[in-house]
């Protein structure tokens, strides 16, 4: 049986104790306890008043006295989430309870990340353009799935259906909106348009059939919701992790803060948008300055080196991985040298299955020389 605890969030509210001077003033904990023991008695009343509540659904330590009740708090939980399109609810897992919506963190378990999750669920779910200067920021955020969509007003019935399909999406999917004619302009948008941005791409697409529905929206958000380049973030990581192509996953190591791993991000980017089109080519990038908890873990799993850029590919079941080689006395390969590894990838050429047979192969072969032979251009994870 499974025990509920519910973070209570009405209003983040900090109390502000600080001695420091005036502009440098940081929050202090109040005092208030805003964690509460769910029980079959407090669980309705609780979803009643509170805004939003964050639920961590766990196993405890029952005595056999609590086995009944814990029967009948798992049947309410069960019963709230049918209400949701009968979602599965897993064990050791924390769900948000927001309006009649359930919204599960996916990410990574922080205090942090958890904190900035919630504020962004007690955010409106669409964000108003209205001028210059927000326009700026919104064009900045490129690596992010976001849409824009420009309505008449707050009472236009297009722009409160697309408000419902960001109820839908929020807080993994971005969505804008802008009632200003001359922020319409400047990105090319016509009266209740709504343009989709993929991340890192230049260029928007535009939803065809003004105006759409909700159902249209939701249904086209979900078909490009997978971009061909895509960052993984503390917040999602394991929703990012756990959609895999057929198994795998095409990883890139990059840290942006670093020459080397700008300028090998710049050149993912450039493979991406050559082949936005291609619904089988999706590559996961990882900045390691972001995972310093993680960094000694993927290292030693993949045996890769993360100071340097690498891109793999990576099986998920078994965490079996192929390298492209890139010696440290050697320039970055191109886009061009890129995309012809990622076709090698994409038809099977490279794969994490054969890679154990090739090892095998080498031990017997090591005193040839093989010109062609693909050791030249493909590392695996078992190369020291």
Known sequence: MLSIWLVLVSCIDFVLYSSAEEG??????????????????????????????????HEPLPSDKEL????????????????????????????????????????E????????????????????????????AF??????????????????????????????????????????KGVAKQLTLKMNEIDFYEPFMDEPVTIPGKPNTE???VDFVNQHRRPTLRKLRAEDMFETWED???????????????????EFLEILKEVARDNTK???????WIDPDEFPLLTTYWEKTFKVDLFRPQIGVVNVTDADSVWLNMPNDEA??????????????????????????????????EDFDDDSSDEDHYGSDDDD
């Open 24 to 57: 440098l003033v940081f929050p202090s904990f109040d005092g208030r306890d805003r964690v509460l023991n769910v029980n079959e008695r407090n669980y309705k009343k609780a979803l009643k008043k509170y805004d939003m509540m964050c639920l961590l659904y």
């Open 68 to 107: 009944q009740q814990q029967f009948h708090m798992r049947e309410m939980v069960l019963e709230q989430f049918r209400m949701n399109k009968n979602r599965h609810i897993e064990e050791e897992s924390i769900y948000v309870f927001k309006d009649e919506r359930v919204i599960e963190f996916d990410g």
């Open 109 to 136: 378990l922080s205090a942090d990340t958890l904190v900035e999750f919630l504020l962004d669920l007690l955010e409106d779910p669409v964000e108003l353009i209205s001028n210059p200067m927000e326009q700026r």
């Open 139 to 180: 064009e900045r955020m490129d690596e992010d799935i976001r849409l824009i969509g420009y309505f008449k007003g707050e009472d236009s019935e297009h722009y409160k259906a697309f408000q419902l399909t960001a109820e839908k999406f929020q807080p993994y999917v971005k969505f804008f909106a802008t009632f200003d």
């Open 215 to 217: 159902e249209e929206i």
């Open 244 to 262: 895999d192509m057929d198994g795998i996953h095409i990883v890139a190591f990059a840290e942006e803060e670093d020459p080397d791993g700008y």
């Open 278 to 284: 291609n619904p089988d080519l999706s590559i996961v």
């Open 332 to 365: 970055l390969p191109s886009a061009e040298e890129l995309e012809d590894w990622i076709e090698d990838v994409l038809s099977g050429k490279v794969n994490t299955e054969d890679d154990d047979d090739d090892d095998d192969d080498d031990d017997d072969d």
